[in-house]
Nanobody, 117 residues
C-alpha cells in the first residue's frame, strides 16, 4: 500500500493550496481517509476525515476554510485549503484506515505547507 501526498508549497497568508493523496494497493472506497498535520514542536493533529460515501468530519478550528474530498474512481484524496494563515504551516499527512478500525493502517510521507505572513 502506498499513499503519496503532494501539492504542498510556500504561499502567502490569505492564499490557497490544494493537496492531493494518491492511494494504491488498497480498495480505496472501503477506507476512511484523513488529513493530519504536524507543526514544528507540536503533536500531530487531525485536520479532517472522510468516509467512502462522502460524510466528513473537520477539526472545529478549521471548519469553513478547509474542504476534504475524495474521488474513489481515481483513488485520490484531496484537501482544499483557503484563507491560509501562518498558523497552518505544518507537514500535512494523509492516512487510511479500514472502516470499523480504530487505528490508522497506512500513512503517506507528508507534504510541507508553509504560509508566510
Amino acid at each position: 500500500v502506498q499513499l503519496q501526498a503532494s501539492g504542498g508549497g510556500l504561499v502567502q497568508a490569505g492564499g490557497s493550496l490544494r493537496l492531493s493523496c494518491a492511494a494504491s494497493g488498497l480498495t480505496f472506497g472501503s477506507y476512511v481517509m484523513a488529513w493530519y498535520r504536524q507543526a514544528p514542536g507540536k503533536e500531530r493533529e487531525l485536520v479532517a476525515c472522510i468516509v467512502g460515501g462522502g460524510s466528513t468530519y473537520y477539526a472545529d478550528s478549521l471548519k469553513g476554510r478547509f474542504t476534504i474530498s475524495r474521488d474513489n474512481a481515481k483513488n485520490t484524496l484531496y484537501l482544499q485549503m483557503n484563507s491560509l494563515e501562518p498558523e497552518d504551516t505544518a507537514v500535512y499527512y494523509c492516512a487510511a484506515r479500514r472502516i470499523g478500525s480504530s487505528l490508522w493502517d497506512y500513512w503517506g510521507q507528508g507534504t510541507q505547507v508553509t504560509v508566510s505572513s
